[in-house]
């Protein structure tokens, strides 16, 4: 059904079967809708400047993050992503995230110098010896499969087919065939860049003469070096020097995706703590060639603004505008019709299309939700060449009552489950401008009640107070969100039961 739909409107395949950049890695580029800031935003990285990103989910953070990163990597910018936090303290964490940057950039880079032998001539002595203890320190065991994905990954200066070399000259199996739970580790690398002949145990001595108390032996100096947030920040700049004399210019970080480690349960005081470590030092983010770019839900701000120089680290606010989404969601619809259907023409009335992006509420994200939605609904007719108002009908009813609003409304007290009981409420009253009267005869409560539910739902942005009063005086309250607007227009009075 879907390939004759398909057919019929003139798609290679299902436009939004796909809402997020991860998945759409291969085609990223294609489609990338670019922000009137881009490439300022990509400019000021290149040239060593920290900044922040801060948007409402479902904005496009993650979207502009991995286009960074290609496109830094096409001007010699040796550009990691850190996403995952798994095993990350929740508060105090900075020395942890020095190190998880550390083990991210030791390891790509030295699986780019195993791909570009040539560039470690590049290296002195010194160079070498601290390369080594880099790759003793942090580089990140990989499996043979995140090997090789990794390793075809990266730039190709010089090619050459190491990964069979490696292990048949120092793994030396029975055959060539290499098995999946081998681990490529640092002990491996080191030897695969003949770099073991450069340990010795004076590696940092300059650092370690200042601590107290220190054992000469390798393993107590690498236990030290990596609790040490001064340390850690020197060898992070020593192997941007390092990297900067074989092939890159500098280095970026871009931080992504921290309000949804699961283990902040979406709570914004919890994210304020889990970055604050970071974002605070100052030094970090002022180093020279080496900027780091925080992508925050911005829901965070006002708590993080108490003690994070926002004054000194330029904010790039991903906001988009209703007049954004025709040409956005355009590039998505030219790639996969291969360029002979646009947006507008996939409707048959212009109502259906403003209703759309309407709903989606300036998020490329809900636009793509919605729209596969309305999708689904038209495979039921997969003859038309268009979808039909019937489809978009139901599409825009399904998606505004399927829609995952715990995750878009921030929690301050770590249960937000609340704000389905809010929205069920709201719906109820049948009316996009409320009155404390309206909660009253609704609900048969009293004013008390009807007040402090209201306060909540301000407080949760799911209601205005509305600059005008009401013929009787009283305060009226306008309904935000553009989902809950249209479900009540449709008489939908509750979000599980009809």
């Not at 801060?54 to 290609?70: E, T």
């Not at 030791?106 to 790759?135: G, P, Q, R």
Request: glycine share 2%; hydrophobic share 35%; net charge positive.
């Amino acid at each position: 059904m879907t390939n004759t739909l398909n057919n019929n409107l003139g798609l290679l395949k299902n436009p939004f079967s796909k809402f997020s950049a991860e998945e759409e890695i291969e085609y990223h580029n294609e489609i990338f809708y670019e922000p009137n800031f881009y490439q300022t935003l990509l400019d000021d990285l290149k040239s060593g400047t920290s900044r922040f990103i801060l948007g409402q989910r479902g904005h496009g953070k993650s979207s502009i993050i991995h286009k960074l990163k290609n496109d830094l990597e096409k001007s010699q910018i040796l550009t990691i992503i850190i996403d995952r936090f798994d095993e990350i303290s929740l508060e105090n964490n900075k020395i942890e995230l020095l190190n998880l940057i550390l083990q991210e950039f030791v390891t790509k880079y030295t699986l780019f110098l195993n791909k570009n032998k040539a560039y470690l001539k590049k290296l002195n002595k010194e160079d070498k010896e601290v390369l080594c203890l880099l790759i003793k320190l942090f580089f990140k065991p990989l499996t043979k499969s995140e090997y090789e994905e990794r390793y075809e990954n990266l730039k190709k200066i010089k090619t050459k087919n190491w990964f069979i070399n490696l292990y048949n000259k120092i793994v030396k199996p029975t055959n060539s065939l290499i098995g999946t739970g081998i681990l490529i580790t640092s002990k491996l690398i080191a030897e695969s860049l003949n770099l073991n002949s450069y340990e010795t145990n004076t590696s940092y001595t300059d650092f370690l003469s200042e601590m107290d108390n220190i054992n000469t032996s390798a393993t107590s100096q690498e236990r030290e070096l990596i609790k040490s947030k001064r340390h850690l920040k020197e060898l992070l700049n020593r192997l941007n020097r390092i990297s900067k004399k074989t092939y890159y210019k500098s280095s970026v970080v871009l931080f992504d995706k921290v309000d949804e480690f699961q283990e902040l349960n979406q709570d914004i005081n919890k994210i304020a703590n889990f970055t604050e470590d970071i974002l605070t030092d100052t030094e970090l983010l002022l180093q020279n060639d080496i900027a780091i770019a925080f992508s925050l839900w911005s829901e965070v701000k006002p708590i993080l603004s108490k003690k994070v120089r926002f004054d000194k680290f330029k904010e790039i606010d991903i906001s988009w505008k209703n007049s954004n989404m025709e040409p956005l969601i355009d590039k998505r619809i030219l790639y996969f019709s291969g360029n002979t259907r646009t947006f507008s023409s996939l409707f048959e009335h212009q109502s259906d299309l403003e209703n759309i992006i309407s709903i989606s509420n300036k998020s490329p994200r809900d636009l793509i939700s919605c729209l596969s939605d309305i999708y689904d609904f038209q495979t039921s007719n997969d003859s038309s060449t268009m979808f039909e108002s019937d489809s978009v009908s139901r599409g825009l009813i399904k998606f505004a009552k399927r829609y995952d609003y715990l995750s878009m409304y921030p929690s301050r007290t770590g249960k937000n489950k609340d704000v389905i009981s809010m929205i069920n409420i709201i719906l109820r009253t049948r009316k996009t401008n409320i009155t404390i009267m309206d909660l009253n005869s609704t609900f048969n409560q009293k004013t008390r009640w009807s007040q402090t539910k209201i306060e909540s739902m301000v407080k949760y942005k799911l209601l205005v107070e509305d600059s005008k009063l009401g013929n009787n005086g009283e305060k009226i309250y306008s309904v935000l969100d553009p989902k809950l607007i249209h479900l009540i227009k449709r008489n939908i009075t509750n979000l599980e039961n009809n």
